[in-house]
């Protein structure tokens, strides 16, 4: 006599993952830091350099202020992408967060002169690209949980 076991698929199961404040706030914060505290609220201080790394063809490569903080916020957008992938219950709220940034992201950027910088925009858009990727990705998923037949 031989028994059937069912197991759930993998991307049946969920699992409760521990809360994570959306990442991509670091790099805002930092932002709102230096901007106003040491840059005196404007914009062109991103410009200015960090380091120089020598290349093997003879010319330095110049990393800026904002290059350094762009770096930070790609991390940020790609640990947010793989956090995305969590079907837990958290996941809602942590995308509500992560539409909450977005829009306070938004708001600086048309009010504030200190966030009038490409820097910022891009860093915007890392923004609203975790908002559509999270939502994307939990619509997918919750797709493939839903077993018809």
Same mark, same amino acid.
Do not use: Q
């Given at each position: 006599?031989?028994?059937?076991?069912?197991?759930?698929?993998?991307?049946?199961?969920?699992?409760?993952?521990?809360?994570?404040?959306?990442?991509?706030?670091?790099?805002?914060?930092?932002?709102?830091? *230096? !901007? =106003? $505290?040491?840059?005196?609220?404007?914009?062109?201080?991103? /410009?200015?350099?960090? @380091?120089?790394?020598? #290349? +093997?063809?003879?010319?330095?490569?110049?990393?800026?202020?904002?290059?350094?903080?762009?770096?930070?916020?790609?991390?940020?957008?790609?640990?947010?992408?793989?956090?995305?992938?969590?079907?837990?219950?958290?996941?809602?709220?942590?995308?509500?967060?992560?539409?909450?940034?977005? *829009? !306070? =992201? $938004?708001?600086?950027?048309?009010?504030?002169?200190?966030? /009038?910088?490409?820097? @910022?925009?891009?860093? #915007? +858009?890392?923004?609203?690209?975790?908002?559509?990727?999270?939502?994307?990705?939990?619509?997918?998923?919750?797709?493939?949980?839903?077993?018809?037949?």
């Amino acid at each position: 006599m031989t028994e059937t076991v069912y197991m759930p698929t993998p991307h049946a199961t969920r699992r409760n993952g521990t809360f994570i404040p959306p990442l991509l706030v670091v790099p805002f914060v930092l932002y709102n830091i *230096v !901007a =106003f $505290l040491f840059f005196g609220g404007s914009p062109a201080g991103w /410009s200015n350099g960090l @380091f120089t790394i020598p #290349m +093997v063809s003879g010319t330095p490569w110049a990393i800026t202020a904002g290059d350094f903080l762009l770096v930070i916020g790609i991390v940020c957008l790609f640990i947010e992408v793989l956090k995305s992938t969590n079907a837990g219950r958290s996941s809602i709220v942590e995308h509500m967060l992560s539409m909450v940034l977005f *829009v !306070a =992201f $938004l708001i600086e950027f048309l009010l504030a002169g200190a966030a /009038s910088s490409s820097v @910022f925009f891009l860093l #915007m +858009v890392m923004a609203l690209i975790d908002v559509v990727a999270g939502f994307t990705v939990s619509i997918t998923s919750a797709g493939r949980d839903v077993t018809m037949g």
